[in-house]
Protein backbone atom coordinates (compact mmCIF):
# COMPACT_ATOMS: atom_id res chain seq x y z
CA UNK A 1 0.00 0.00 0.00
CA UNK A 2 1.07 3.15 -0.84
CA UNK A 3 -0.41 5.05 1.83
CA UNK A 4 -2.03 8.55 1.59
CA UNK A 5 -0.05 10.53 -1.66
CA UNK A 6 -0.12 14.45 -1.62
CA UNK A 7 0.89 16.32 -4.92
CA UNK A 8 2.96 18.71 -4.65
CA UNK A 9 5.28 18.28 -2.15
CA UNK A 10 6.54 21.54 -2.59
CA UNK A 11 4.57 24.81 -4.12
CA UNK A 12 5.50 28.42 -4.06
CA UNK A 13 3.41 31.01 -5.75
CA UNK A 14 2.79 34.73 -5.50
CA UNK A 15 0.33 36.03 -4.29
CA UNK A 16 -3.26 36.33 -5.86
CA UNK A 17 -2.09 33.30 -8.08
CA UNK A 18 -4.70 30.17 -7.78
CA UNK A 19 -3.07 27.00 -6.09
CA UNK A 20 -4.41 23.60 -6.15
CA UNK A 21 -3.36 20.76 -3.80
CA UNK A 22 -4.08 17.03 -4.80
CA UNK A 23 -4.72 14.02 -2.17
CA UNK A 24 -4.99 10.47 -2.98
CA UNK A 25 -6.26 8.28 -0.12
CA UNK A 26 -5.77 5.16 0.44
CA UNK A 27 -7.72 2.67 -1.19
CA UNK A 28 -11.07 2.16 0.82
CA UNK A 29 -10.75 4.07 3.67
CA UNK A 30 -13.68 6.20 3.34
CA UNK A 31 -13.21 9.57 5.35
CA UNK A 32 -10.52 12.07 3.80
CA UNK A 33 -9.88 15.06 5.87
CA UNK A 34 -7.83 18.41 5.15
CA UNK A 35 -5.37 19.89 7.56
CA UNK A 36 -3.64 22.89 7.89
CA UNK A 37 -0.51 23.35 9.91
CA UNK A 38 1.08 26.58 10.92
CA UNK A 39 3.45 27.37 14.07
CA UNK A 40 1.07 29.76 15.10
CA UNK A 41 -1.98 28.19 15.11
CA UNK A 42 -0.64 24.25 15.12
CA UNK A 43 -3.20 21.33 13.42
CA UNK A 44 -6.38 22.86 11.86
CA UNK A 45 -9.07 20.68 10.98
CA UNK A 46 -10.14 22.70 7.32
CA UNK A 47 -12.94 19.89 6.16
CA UNK A 48 -13.32 16.84 5.81
CA UNK A 49 -15.49 13.69 3.57
CA UNK A 50 -17.13 10.67 4.28
CA UNK A 51 -17.95 8.53 0.97
CA UNK A 52 -17.29 12.00 -0.95
CA UNK A 53 -19.31 13.78 0.42
CA UNK A 54 -18.16 16.97 3.05
CA UNK A 55 -19.43 16.36 6.35
CA UNK A 56 -17.89 19.49 8.23
CA UNK A 57 -16.47 22.64 6.42
CA UNK A 58 -16.70 24.97 9.73
CA UNK A 59 -12.49 25.02 9.43
CA UNK A 60 -12.37 26.43 5.78
CA UNK A 61 -10.85 29.94 6.65
CA UNK A 62 -12.69 31.82 4.13
CA UNK A 63 -14.44 32.04 0.86
CA UNK A 64 -11.03 31.62 -0.92
CA UNK A 65 -10.81 28.09 0.22
CA UNK A 66 -12.38 25.41 -1.36
CA UNK A 67 -12.63 21.71 -1.65
CA UNK A 68 -13.89 18.77 -4.24
CA UNK A 69 -14.07 14.97 -3.72
CA UNK A 70 -15.32 13.90 -7.20
CA UNK A 71 -14.55 10.40 -6.45
CA UNK A 72 -13.06 7.54 -3.62
CA UNK A 73 -9.73 8.01 -4.89
CA UNK A 74 -8.89 11.94 -5.64
CA UNK A 75 -9.48 14.80 -3.73
CA UNK A 76 -8.33 18.21 -4.33
CA UNK A 77 -8.06 21.78 -2.10
CA UNK A 78 -8.14 24.94 -3.69
CA UNK A 79 -7.35 28.40 -2.55
CA UNK A 80 -7.98 31.30 -5.16
CA UNK A 81 -6.77 33.74 -5.08
CA UNK A 82 -3.80 33.06 -2.61
CA UNK A 83 -2.61 35.61 0.11
CA UNK A 84 0.88 35.22 2.25
CA UNK A 85 -1.12 34.07 5.21
CA UNK A 86 -1.99 30.91 3.52
CA UNK A 87 1.59 29.99 3.79
CA UNK A 88 1.43 26.49 5.72
CA UNK A 89 1.72 22.88 5.61
CA UNK A 90 -1.42 21.20 4.09
CA UNK A 91 -2.17 17.51 5.31
CA UNK A 92 -4.68 15.08 3.56
CA UNK A 93 -5.75 12.00 5.77
CA UNK A 94 -7.80 9.32 5.29
CA UNK A 95 -9.19 6.49 7.62
CA UNK A 96 -11.64 3.63 7.48
CA UNK A 97 -14.48 4.44 9.68
CA UNK A 98 -13.43 5.60 13.24
CA UNK A 99 -10.13 4.23 13.17
CA UNK A 100 -6.94 5.88 12.74
CA UNK A 101 -5.87 8.77 10.29
CA UNK A 102 -3.59 8.00 8.10
CA UNK A 103 -1.59 11.36 7.21
CA UNK A 104 0.22 11.96 3.82
CA UNK A 105 3.75 13.91 3.93
CA UNK A 106 1.99 17.11 3.34
CA UNK A 107 2.32 19.84 1.16
CA UNK A 108 4.30 22.96 1.61
CA UNK A 109 2.86 26.14 0.41
CA UNK A 110 4.93 29.44 0.29
CA UNK A 111 2.93 32.25 -0.66
CA UNK A 112 5.03 35.36 -1.85
CA UNK B 1 -17.18 21.71 22.78
CA UNK B 2 -14.85 19.20 23.27
CA UNK B 3 -11.31 20.35 23.48
CA UNK B 4 -7.54 18.96 24.40
CA UNK B 5 -5.05 20.14 26.61
CA UNK B 6 -1.69 19.41 26.62
CA UNK B 7 0.96 20.50 29.60
CA UNK B 8 4.13 21.93 27.95
CA UNK B 9 4.96 22.27 24.92
CA UNK B 10 8.35 21.48 24.88
CA UNK B 11 9.83 18.97 27.07
CA UNK B 12 13.43 17.82 27.50
CA UNK B 13 14.36 14.69 28.82
CA UNK B 14 17.69 12.50 29.01
CA UNK B 15 18.44 9.96 26.83
CA UNK B 16 17.61 6.77 29.32
CA UNK B 17 15.33 8.94 31.41
CA UNK B 18 11.51 8.45 31.93
CA UNK B 19 9.42 10.34 29.04
CA UNK B 20 6.11 11.90 30.27
CA UNK B 21 3.96 13.88 28.26
CA UNK B 22 0.88 14.83 29.28
CA UNK B 23 -2.96 15.05 27.91
CA UNK B 24 -6.14 15.93 29.27
CA UNK B 25 -9.59 16.43 27.21
CA UNK B 26 -12.74 17.75 28.45
CA UNK B 27 -15.43 15.56 27.60
CA UNK B 28 -18.96 14.37 29.56
CA UNK B 29 -18.69 11.22 27.72
CA UNK B 30 -15.45 9.00 27.36
CA UNK B 31 -14.26 9.92 23.66
CA UNK B 32 -11.52 7.73 21.89
CA UNK B 33 -8.05 8.73 22.47
CA UNK B 34 -5.25 8.89 20.52
CA UNK B 35 -0.85 9.96 20.43
CA UNK B 36 0.52 10.63 17.25
CA UNK B 37 3.93 11.58 16.39
CA UNK B 38 5.04 13.63 13.72
CA UNK B 39 9.21 13.55 12.85
CA UNK B 40 10.34 16.80 11.09
CA UNK B 41 9.02 17.33 7.84
CA UNK B 42 6.87 13.91 7.84
CA UNK B 43 3.00 13.86 8.32
CA UNK B 44 1.52 12.11 11.53
CA UNK B 45 1.57 8.81 12.33
CA UNK B 46 -0.10 6.65 14.88
CA UNK B 47 1.73 5.70 18.18
CA UNK B 48 -1.21 4.15 19.90
CA UNK B 49 -5.15 4.75 21.11
CA UNK B 50 -7.40 3.65 23.31
CA UNK B 51 -11.42 3.03 22.55
CA UNK B 52 -12.87 0.68 25.08
CA UNK B 53 -11.42 -2.24 27.64
CA UNK B 54 -8.31 -2.19 29.07
CA UNK B 55 -7.15 1.61 30.15
CA UNK B 56 -3.75 0.87 29.83
CA UNK B 57 -2.77 1.00 25.99
CA UNK B 58 0.62 -0.24 24.57
CA UNK B 59 1.98 1.57 21.27
CA UNK B 60 5.09 1.34 18.92
CA UNK B 61 8.49 2.20 19.77
CA UNK B 62 7.75 1.34 23.33
CA UNK B 63 5.49 4.06 24.35
CA UNK B 64 2.21 3.36 26.14
CA UNK B 65 -0.52 5.68 27.63
CA UNK B 66 -3.01 4.82 30.29
CA UNK B 67 -6.78 6.25 30.06
CA UNK B 68 -8.03 7.74 33.61
CA UNK B 69 -11.53 8.75 33.29
CA UNK B 70 -11.92 9.96 36.36
CA UNK B 71 -8.90 12.63 36.20
CA UNK B 72 -10.21 12.93 31.96
CA UNK B 73 -6.11 12.00 31.39
CA UNK B 74 -4.52 10.22 28.74
CA UNK B 75 -0.89 10.66 29.28
CA UNK B 76 1.98 9.13 27.19
CA UNK B 77 4.56 7.49 28.83
CA UNK B 78 8.13 5.77 28.01
CA UNK B 79 10.66 3.92 30.65
CA UNK B 80 13.67 5.00 28.69
CA UNK B 81 14.35 7.66 25.94
CA UNK B 82 15.97 7.42 23.00
CA UNK B 83 17.35 9.53 20.77
CA UNK B 84 15.39 8.84 17.69
CA UNK B 85 12.35 9.77 20.07
CA UNK B 86 13.09 13.60 19.74
CA UNK B 87 9.26 14.51 17.33
CA UNK B 88 6.49 16.30 17.98
CA UNK B 89 3.52 14.34 19.97
CA UNK B 90 0.18 15.17 19.33
CA UNK B 91 -2.64 13.84 21.58
CA UNK B 92 -6.35 13.30 20.21
CA UNK B 93 -9.86 12.43 20.73
CA UNK B 94 -12.87 12.13 19.11
CA UNK B 95 -15.70 14.26 19.53
CA UNK B 96 -18.49 11.80 20.71
CA UNK B 97 -20.35 14.79 22.31
CA UNK B 98 -20.97 15.46 18.28
CA UNK B 99 -19.98 12.65 15.83
CA UNK B 100 -17.28 9.82 16.26
CA UNK B 101 -15.72 10.69 13.12
CA UNK B 102 -14.38 14.60 13.70
CA UNK B 103 -11.07 13.89 15.75
CA UNK B 104 -10.00 16.98 18.01
CA UNK B 105 -5.80 17.59 17.90
CA UNK B 106 -4.06 18.81 20.86
CA UNK B 107 -1.69 21.56 20.41
CA UNK B 108 1.10 19.37 20.64
CA UNK B 109 4.40 18.94 22.42
CA UNK B 110 7.91 19.23 21.18
CA UNK B 111 10.23 16.18 22.95
CA UNK B 112 13.89 16.64 22.98
CA UNK B 113 16.11 14.31 23.68
CA UNK B 114 19.35 15.06 25.51
CA UNK B 115 22.34 12.87 24.69
Known amino acids: DAGVIQSPRHEVTEMGQEVTLRCKPI?????LFWYRQTMMRGLELLIY????????DSGMPEDRFSAKMPNASFSTLKIQPSEPRDSAVYFC??????????FGPGTRLTVL | AQSVTQLGSHVSVSEGALVLLRCNYSSSVPPYLFWYVQYPNQGLQLLLKYTTGATLVKGINGFEAEFKKSETSFHLTKPSAHMSDAAEYFCAVSDRETSYDKVIFGPGTSLSVIP
Open chain 1, 27 to 31: SGHDY
Open chain 1, 49 to 56: FNNNVPID
Open chain 1, 93 to 102: ASSFGYNEQF
